[in-house]
């Protein structure tokens, strides 16, 4: 039985992964979660599945447990996330650090084989080119929710200099998918849209983003556990098809059939880059395969019963 271990387990992204893991019954996963954002709703119900509710942050908690479990893998995804909360608590995302350092000092310490640290495209800044690759692209923002991530980058490639403790980092790009929370921005215009409520953008609308679907991101950061890749390295986990919002808001509108206006707010002061599209080579290499269309993942979101929590 292969014991894993993933903080932030009742978020999007770890739940999802969660579900996926939890198919093969060789896998023990734990999930943890301080339930700040996170949401029990998103945790799987299976027997070779156990939910704690836990604070990262606080040593003595994530010590009883790893110590408890001598968890083969780590997948380290708890954060405070969302533009808006990261810019409006800048000490609590600071204090996310401390998480970080647990995780990596009792992994070192119970046998933990390899830790997955979730990192983000914000660790870029603006783009002084694009696609922004892993390798090339200086990591340049000073907010301090891309400081942590920078930070626990370089924790990571610390600990496994020092003490042979191996990583990966995924540093993702936008992932959207059924679940997700609704201040993110497809779930927010999918459910003014199908309200028929008006859909705020900030600015003109002209940055723009990419998309990946919850299905290829999860897809290959199963494949890089499993056939022992990227290790001791960094990967892009994004789409690399680039939209500006504004033609987001209408596609969404267009696919909803909805009747929302569309409402421009004034641009935010900070946090909203004008562009974002990572080098997405090293994902497709894995996968195999491209990546979901835009069109089509939006269209499988609106297919579900229930689109988001």
């Known amino acids: 039985m292969t014991k894993i271990l993933i903080t932030g387990g009742a978020g999007f992204i770890g739940s999802s992964l969660a579900e996926k893991l939890l198919a093969n019954p060789t896998y023990f996963v734990v999930l943890i979660d301080n339930l700040l954002t996170g949401d029990m709703r998103k945790v799987p119900r299976q027997p070779n599945c156990k939910f704690i509710k836990c604070d990262v942050n606080h040593y003595r908690d994530i010590a009883a447990i ?11 995804f708890a954060a405070v996330v969302g533009v808006k909360r ?6 609590q995302v600071l204090n996310d650090l ?4 647990n995780i990596l000092e ?3 310490n119970t046998g933990v084989k390899r830790v997955f640290f979730s990192s983000s495209s914000e660790v870029y800044g603006e783009p002084v080119e694009l696609p922004q690759n892993e390798e090339t692209t200086p990591l340049n923002s000073r907010l301090p929710y891309a400081v942590v991530k920078n930070v626990g980058e370089a924790f990571c490639r610390s600990y496994q200099q020092e003490f042979g403790l191996s ?12 679940r997700q929370s609704t201040d993110f921005v497809i779930s927010k215009f999918i459910n ?7 859909i705020t953008i900030y600015g003109k609308g002209l940055q723009t983003r990419t998309f990946c679907y919850i299905d290829d991101n999860v897809d290959c950061m199963i494949k890089i556990l499993e056939q022992n890749l990227m290790v001791n390295d960094v990967i892009n986990i994004g789409n690399d098809q680039d939209y500006t919002v504004l033609q987001l808001a209408k596609l969404i509108i267009e696919l909803t059939g909805s009747k929302s206006e569309i409402v421009y707010l004034p641009p935010l002061k900070e946090g909203d880059m004008t562009r974002r599209q990572p080098d997405a080579s090293k994902m497709k290499s894995i996968l195999n395969r491209e990546l979901l269309a835009l069109e089509a993942g939006i269209s499988k979101i609106l297919k579900e019963e229930k689109y988001f929590l």
């Open 167 to 178: 990583f990966t980092i995924f540093r993702f790009f936008n992932t959207y998918g059924p």
């Open 192 to 198: 003014a849209a199908l309200n028929h409520s008006p």
């Open 66 to 76: 790893m110590t408890s479990f001598q968890f083969d893998y780590v997948f380290h």
């Open 98 to 101: 401390s998480g970080i350092k």
């Open 86 to 91: 990261t810019l409006e608590n800048p000490v």
């Open 106 to 108: 009792l992994s070192k």
